[in-house]
């Protein structure tokens, strides 16, 4: 009997444990995860401890294992990557967030397998030209980031988006333009972490916590906006593109919705029955020049494409990420 294998990279991380988590309820796909799980005590492990994975592939042994099993891979998940905004390795950036997916991308066209990979709303840079998915060559050309992370990302759709359209493609391909993703299974990031998940130890403990001051005419301290997107929604939308076969392209993946900083921190101290405290804090010299004041997500080219699924608000999330993960003594999905 044939197998049905989902193969994500990526699939301990954070987004990639949640779309795994998503996947294996369906029990007629294998979902086989390549990643590195490093310390034990980061509890990587623990993202996929809970989820019936059909494989554990070492990221070295990728492009064997994909090729001796290549007939049962109905898509390759592309969730691996060098997430930090502020590595400072470019070298290793673009080896890991450019290199691989190009590989990845040649091998799903040649294989003539589906490909679904990450992309980042930090390719809009600033965002002076706003947070339009077009994902024309030219549109996707002219978008200037700001930092490694966000090139690395840019070049790729840029990469993918010309090869398409010289038609040399898999059957499938779509890249997900990440907003600010928060949620369960984050604790190993480090300082990589949403703002949701390092204010979360103050809140609970009854202390105030922290925020930026403005160093912007008009907007307040705290009043910085971000599209932020529950987990649970970006897990929803790779299922429904791995049910989809027919949609390609790159697209916005946030909730639609810009948020104040002030309105997540009031999120979770809600959230956990606390009165709100907050102190705002000088930002740091190295950031303010390069620092987003907006990002938020135009979500009109998913739902044309057919998506009809809703997105959580920021304060139904941040209600069930703290009561049904933060606050409790298993805080993995």
């Not at 990589?192 to 005419?217: C, H, N």
Request: net charge neutral; glycine share 10%; with cysteine.
């Amino acid at each position: 009997m044939s197998r049905r294998i989902i193969f994500v990279t990526g699939g301990a991380g954070f987004i990639g444990s949640n779309i795994v988590a998503r996947l294996a309820e369906d029990r007629s796909l294998d979902v086989v995860v390549c990643d590195r799980l490093r310390e034990a005590d980061l509890g990587k492990w623990r993202n996929l401890s809970k989820h019936a994975i059909g494989d554990f592939v070492a990221p070295g042994d990728m492009f064997d294992w994909l090729e001796k099993r290549w007939r049962d891979v109905e898509a390759v998940v592309h969730m691996g990557a060098i997430s930090s905004t502020t590595e400072t390795d470019a070298d290793q950036i673009i080896q890991t967030n450019f290199g691989l997916s190009r590989d990845l991308y040649r091998w799903c066209a040649d294989r003539q397998r589906r490909f679904v990979y990450a992309s980042s709303a930090a390719t809009y840079g600033h965002g002076a030209q706003g947070f339009d998915d077009q994902d024309d060559f030219e549109s996707l050309a002219a978008l200037r980031p700001l930092n490694a992370y966000g090139w690395s990302k840019a070049l790729f759709d840029v990469f993918a988006a010309r090869q398409a359209a010289r038609e040399y493609a898999p059957p499938q391909w779509a890249g997900l333009k990440f907003f600010n993703v928060y949620g369960p299974n984050e604790g190993h990031k480090g300082p990589m972490r949403s703002v949701a998940t390092q204010i979360w130890p103050s809140v609970r403990d009854g202390q105030s916590v922290q925020l930026f001051k403005s160093y912007r005419e008009g907007v307040p301290d705290g009043g910085q906006k971000r599209d932020f997107v529950y987990v649970r929604d970006v897990a929803d939308v790779v299922a429904w593109l791995l049910a989809s076969p027919e949609v390609n392209g790159v697209f916005n993946l946030g909730s639609g919705k810009a948020r104040t900083f002030e309105d997540l921190a009031r999120a979770v101290f809600a959230a956990a029955g606390k009165p709100p405290q907050i102190d705002y804090i000088p930002m740091p010299a190295t950031l303010r020049d390069r620092y987003q004041y907006f990002t938020e997500a135009r979500m009109q080219r998913l739902a044309q494409a057919g998506y009809s699924g809703g997105f959580t608000t920021l304060e139904a999330g941040i209600e069930d990420y703290v009561r049904g993960f933060l606050a409790t003594d298993d805080p993995y999905r």
